[in-house]
């Protein structure tokens, strides 16, 4: 058993991908050109934003965002610590400060209670996660970003078609950010990813950032420094093909969801993820990209499941404030308490569209042996 399978939703495809890539291979046009531009007319449709630009990753679509919005160093931007390292390592990397604010425990996202307290003069913004495919408390934390006036960069990387309130993850800041590396819930076969924004002005920024600072109409005049982070034509092609089936495939997610959350339900040693009631409750408010219990025994549940063929991954091991990478930020144990106990708790399941039933079966199952010995 895999704990994502690729190929199986590559064969489900299979023609409309290979009628795709010979389009754009028929066409000869292999960077930028009609097809990147109908890929983002449809991305843009669908987030229902008015721009939507692709680049080369997720991490690059959320270092775009920082720097459109012009932070540096001596500016500080608010974030969790419990998310993939791209998030604040984007940040540092643009040379201004990660400041991390811990996690509400049943959402794992960031505590929006915890924000305020660490804003000073020189925050800029705040870059919250829609972790494992649901929404952060994007009222509370627009609410807090208008008051102090920040911005909001949304890394809605993990969260690609799940809504809040009805509004479409990534839309709702001043700019969003998604990845397609492959095993998000919308993957491409290699990197990509996309910035999208409702600011005209932040979107004609962005067109020039990603392609050495100079728009497609004066080639080689060049009004700022950028760089070179583009979609590839081929990937447009097969992003677009995708997109189609992408609402169908989060169902499948959740669906998945409720059956793992009815039957372990019966386990009182597993706490359940729990979609927030109060993000409405509607069906495409969390999209589980992973579906992660937290138990106790986690490393031993673990083994025993990987022992029975059954992968399982933690994510993530370590909240990054305890990251190496980020040491000279001196922090040390206990400054992000609900952070740090959640890792040593967490654990998800297989949860892709393609996840047999009978695969699912043979999950719950050992997973039920285990609490049952
Ligand atoms: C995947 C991911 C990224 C980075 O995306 P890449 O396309 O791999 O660069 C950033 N943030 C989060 C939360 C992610 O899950």
Redesign the pocket.
Known sequence: MHFVDLAKQYKTIQQEIHSAIDRVFQNGVYIGGAEVEACEREMANFLHVKHALSV???????FLALKALDIGPEDEVITTPF?????AEVIANIGAKPIFVDIDPRSFNIDPEKIEEKITKKTKAIMP???FGQAAAMGEIMKIAKQHRLFVIE?A??AIGAEYKGKKLGAIGDIG?F???P??NLGTYG???LVVTNNAHLAEKLVLLRNHGSSEKEKYRHLILGTNSRLDAIHAAILRVKLKFLNRWNAKRIEHAKKYTKILSLVPEIILPVTLRHFNGKNFSHVF?QYTIRVKRRDALRKYLADAGIPTMVYYPLPLHLQPAFSYLKHKKGDFPESEHTVREVLSFSIYPELSLKEQRSIIQNIKKFFAK
């Open positions: 080369n990753s997720g991490t690059d679509a959320l998310t993939f390292i791209a998030t996660v829609h972790l890394d990387c993990q950010c990845s397609f590396f095993a998000k990197d990509g990813g990209n």
